[in-house]
């Protein structure tokens, strides 16, 4: 095959075979750099209300004893499974249901439940809900359960329990305290202690024995958890773990002081 030179030779090189090759190798390299990559399809499911129930759920029950009610209520929370068994599966709630004895509360425990469900089915971040609900104040008056924390309403207390099953699940974290933190509560506790120990005088005094006909009652006291029974309700952590020290309230279950 002739090939015609128009221009003036300025010089020439033989081309080899293995300079073919690297020219091939170059030019493929070239394009795989300008052509565009496609990424992996998206398959990650995330929450919508869109998604059907499936026939099994894996739920929780909790119990809610009141001194507002008669008979306990009995909070169940079922949880549904997402991209399960891959790097992606998340558990997220799915529906409520309360079931009690107490008849009186059944109207508002019922359009109660179905709401929480229908916001819980909405997907995207559910967690507003739980504030919402504690901040919900009764006017009779709240109470204190067990530990000495403060609920100051019967729906406050089933918020607190769609909170704890939130952590429980990993929707929810609790901020973590620092190491040295933790120290200073616990240096706090024993120095209250010690000093409570100290300071107090047990005096015992003869108590006359009840005759045949007559019938000794003992009313115990409420159980306020492992913090003093004089201490009073922290605001910050709702517990009842505020005691004065060195002249300033501090909270033996959070760490918060008055002073700083």
Known sequence: MAVKIDKKIKGYSVITPDDKARETAAAAKAALTVAPVESPADNIVHMHERIE???MLIGSTYKIK???VEHAFYVTINDIVLNQD?????RRPFEIFINSKSMEHFQWIVALTRIMSAVFRKGGDV???VDEMKAVFDPKGGYFKAGGVYMPSLVAELGSIVEDHMKSIGLLHDPEMSVHQRALIA????????R???NSE???APVAAPADDEELVIIDSADNGSFPASATMCHKCNTKALVIMDGCQTCLNCGYSKCG
């Open 53 to 55: 129930r499936p026939e």
């Open 196 to 198: 409570s120990k100290k």
């Open 86 to 90: 891959t790097e992606h599966e998340l």
């Open 202 to 204: 047990v005096i015992a």
């Open 187 to 194: 240096e706090k506790r024993k120095q209250f202690e010690e």
């Open 127 to 129: 967690t507003f809900i």
């Open 66 to 68: 009141s001194p507002l």
